[in-house]
């Protein structure tokens, strides 16, 4: 079968063609598994991600600083004994008031 290149029918087919086939790889870099959509989507996840990154780090130090102090320092071992397990030390005076119901 031979194209007639000057028939516009054959040039119109052809053009057709043409334009389909690219706009359908236009569709596929825009919204393909790799494409700009996806593309857009990932870094908004990476930003996500080193954000939680930063926190859990700085919460980390944190937690170093703390069993360090714990480690090294009496004081704050009696500051947590006295503030989170209520314990009383020798000398101290302790009042007991009835719960509010």
Known sequence: MRWNLRK??????????????????????????NGIVALRHRK?????????NEA???QNGEL?????GLR?????IEKIAREDMMLAGPGDRVIVTPDKK
């Open 72 to 76: 090294t320092d009496p004081k704050a």
């Open 44 to 52: 908004q996840e990476e930003i996500e991600w080193r954000a939680r």
């Open 56 to 58: 859990l780090q700085r």
């Open 8 to 33: 516009p029918d054959t040039r119109r087919l052809i053009w057709l063609v043409l334009t389909s086939l690219f706009l359908m790889l236009v569709a596929y870099q825009v919204f393909g598994a």
């Open 64 to 68: 170093g600083t703390r069993i360090h």
